[in-house]
């Protein structure tokens, strides 16, 4: 009763409280049990007031490798989620807490995990030393890392993907200041896609087509992945210009390719469905809706790898649609046209419902309290803001999605940068004219976090 109490796991019953053990209800824990218990644990560090030094240090009672072990914890439970159904998701970075039992803390994956940690929890918190110590870690990663695909006869293992992937991301996540848009950019991701290419042939990794495998009322329906390079291939043929292009017929492929994400939606199970768990009340149309606060429905998910990918679905029809209302402009299609930007705000209502799921801490909460509070008061996993900023960043380039949307998405992504240490999502918030490959690098780093 005690640790329930003081909120705290209980270590149960050992041989000095042996005067006590009748009122032990389980006996001790498998050995094999224990190593798998999650070492996850949220960061309770408090902001740090400005221009007070002092408060800018690990707490005194934690010694510098605590400090790091803690930092691992804090990763572990922002961005690591495990499936409770395999069928229907694959979660999220699930191998890593297990990994980090079997290898300790001192491998190049586990100090990345760390960097990232440190350095998002450092924003938030005001505590420039945090930073410096990611930083520091990222720079000593990185070289031994291009070392290790520099040797083209070393086998990439497992776990250093896993680094690329997070060191590859954590550049641009967490310092939004060393994003680079330019080709320069895409350069490097392209490096850490051709590594993860090079070690599914060698090691057998899970293919990329699993990752959105999930279970569906019709057995005989077009794998997801295979929409996924449809649309690269229209997205390729709209960007080509010329006076000989079949509009038309053009226009036709992504009607029919856009029906066909609608119809992969609608053949999932009703498991991996959103399911609508209540309504945010209309405020008062000349404020500015507060992140959460967009007024309809707020729709709640198996978990937020099922969350995730729904909104990706989202996102590419809504890059049919855009090709579709331009294609229709140009022939002068207007009745096409006004039919798609219907379409295209109700896609966008549909991201906007599940902000909070992928926000807020404690979502049934967030409803109770929502009439009278003004902004999220205890933000959830940096997992949501991170499958969660392309979607929305794809929404705000629309210029047919009505202006508040837009305004609304975009001030979403700016709290994520601000409050949940995602430098990134500052980057996508202010930035118009982002290169499209760097953006499409970008998203396959964030998803091979479901291939670990």
């Given at each position: 009763?005690?640790?329930?109490?003081?909120?705290?796991?209980?270590?149960?019953?050992?041989?000095?409280?042996?005067?006590?053990?009748?009122?032990?209800?389980?006996?001790?824990?498998?050995?094999?049990?224990?190593?798998?218990?999650?070492?996850?644990?949220?960061?309770?560090?408090?902001?740090?007031?400005?221009?007070?030094?002092?408060?800018?240090?690990?707490?005194?009672?934690?010694?510098?490798?605590?400090?790091?072990?803690?930092?691992?914890?804090?990763?572990?439970?922002?961005?690591?989620?495990?499936?409770?159904?395999?069928?229907?998701s694959r979660g999220y970075l699930s191998n890593l807490g297990a990994m980090s039992y079997q290898v300790g803390t001192?491998?190049?994956?586990?100090?990345?995990?760390?960097?990232?940690?440190?350095?998002?929890?450092?924003?938030?918190l005001r505590r420039p030393l945090f930073i410096e110590e990611a930083e520091s870690i990222y720079h000593e990663l990185?070289?031994?890392?291009?070392?290790?695909?520099?040797?083209?006869?070393?086998?990439?293992?497992?776990?250093?993907?896993?680094?690329?992937?997070?060191?590859?991301?954590?550049?641009?996540?967490?310092?939004?200041?060393?994003?680079?848009?330019?080709?320069?950019?895409?350069?490097?991701?392209?490096?850490?896609?051709?590594?993860?290419?090079?070690?599914?042939?060698?090691?057998?990794?899970?293919?990329?087509?699993?990752?959105?495998?999930?279970?569906?009322?019709?057995?005989?329906?077009?794998?997801?992945?295979?929409?996924?390079?449809?649309?690269?291939?229209?997205?390729?043929?709209?960007?080509?210009?010329?006076?000989?292009?079949?509009?038309?017929?053009?226009?036709?492929?992504?009607?029919e390719l856009e029906a066909s994400f609608h119809r992969w939606q609608n053949s999932r199970v009703a498991e991996f469905?959103?399911?609508?768990?209540?309504?945010?009340?209309?405020?008062?149309?000349?404020?500015?809706?507060?992140?959460?606060?967009?007024?309809?429905?707020?729709?709640?998910?198996?978990?937020?790898?099922?969350?995730?990918?729904?909104?990706?679905?989202?996102?590419?029809?809504?890059?049919?649609?855009?090709?579709?209302?331009?294609?229709?402009?140009?022939?002068?299609?207007?009745?096409?046209?006004?039919?798609?930007?219907?379409?295209?705000?109700?896609?966008?209502?549909?991201?906007?419902?599940?902000?909070?799921?992928?926000?807020?801490?404690?979502?049934?909460?967030?409803?109770?309290?929502?009439?009278?509070?003004?902004?999220?008061?205890?933000?959830?996993?940096?997992?949501?803001?991170?499958?969660?900023?392309?979607?929305?960043?794809?929404?705000?380039?629309?210029?047919?999605?009505?202006?508040?949307?837009?305004?609304?998405?975009?001030?979403?992504?700016?709290?994520?940068?601000?409050?949940?240490?995602?430098?990134?999502?500052?980057?996508?918030?202010?930035?118009?004219?982002?290169?499209?490959?760097?953006?499409?690098?970008?998203?396959?780093?964030?998803?091979?976090?479901?291939?670990?």
């Amino acid at each position: 009763m005690r640790c329930i109490r003081a909120r705290r796991t209980c270590g149960g019953y050992g041989d000095v409280f042996k005067p006590f053990s009748t009122f032990q209800l389980y006996g001790p824990r498998n050995p094999k049990e224990v190593a798998l218990l999650s070492i996850a644990r949220r960061c309770t560090i408090p902001r740090r007031t400005a221009n007070v030094p002092s408060q800018d240090v690990f707490p005194p009672e934690t010694s510098q490798e605590d400090g790091e072990e803690l930092a691992l914890r804090a990763f572990i439970y922002d961005y690591c989620t495990v499936s409770a159904n395999k069928d229907l998701s694959r979660g999220y970075l699930s191998n890593l807490g297990a990994m980090s039992y079997q290898v300790g803390t001192k491998p190049g994956f586990i100090r990345a995990c760390q960097a990232i940690s440190l350095g998002s929890h450092g924003k938030v918190l005001r505590r420039p030393l945090f930073i410096e110590e990611a930083e520091s870690i990222y720079h000593e990663l990185l070289g031994s890392f291009a070392r290790t695909i520099g040797e083209k006869t070393s086998k990439i293992e497992e776990n250093q993907i896993l680094m690329a992937m997070l060191l590859d991301g954590n550049g641009e996540r967490n310092n939004p200041r060393r994003s680079c848009c330019s080709r320069k950019g895409s350069r490097r991701n392209d490096e850490t896609q051709r590594t993860c290419a090079r070690s599914s042939r060698t090691n057998g990794l899970p293919k990329v087509s699993a990752v959105f495998s999930t279970s569906s009322c019709n057995s005989r329906e077009v794998n997801f992945v295979d929409l996924l390079s449809h649309l690269d291939m229209m997205m390729i043929k709209s960007k080509r210009k010329s006076e000989k292009r079949p509009i038309s017929q053009l226009r036709q492929q992504c009607i029919e390719l856009e029906a066909s994400f609608h119809r992969w939606q609608n053949s999932r199970v009703a498991e991996f469905q959103p399911t609508t768990v209540g309504t945010v009340e209309n405020r008062e149309l000349d404020e500015d809706i507060p992140v959460g606060f967009w007024p309809g429905s707020v729709d709640t998910y198996l978990d937020l790898y099922a969350a995730g990918v729904w909104n990706l679905c989202r996102g590419a029809r809504l890059c049919l649609i855009t090709m579709v209302i331009e294609y229709s402009a140009e022939l002068e299609d207007w009745d096409s046209y006004n039919e798609f930007v219907h379409k295209a705000n109700h896609v966008a209502e549909q991201i906007a419902a599940s902000v909070p799921y992928h926000l807020t801490d404690n979502l049934y909460g967030f409803l109770h309290q929502h009439v009278e509070k003004a902004e999220i008061e205890h933000s959830g996993k940096s997992l949501g803001g991170l499958l969660l900023m392309h979607p929305l960043h794809i929404a705000t380039q629309m210029q047919f999605i009505s202006p508040k949307m837009r305004q609304y998405m975009q001030r979403c992504l700016v709290w994520i940068g601000q409050d949940m240490g995602i430098g990134q999502a500052l980057v996508l918030a202010t930035t118009s004219d982002l290169d499209l490959e760097y953006l499409t690098s970008s998203c396959m780093v964030i998803w091979a976090g479901f291939l670990s």
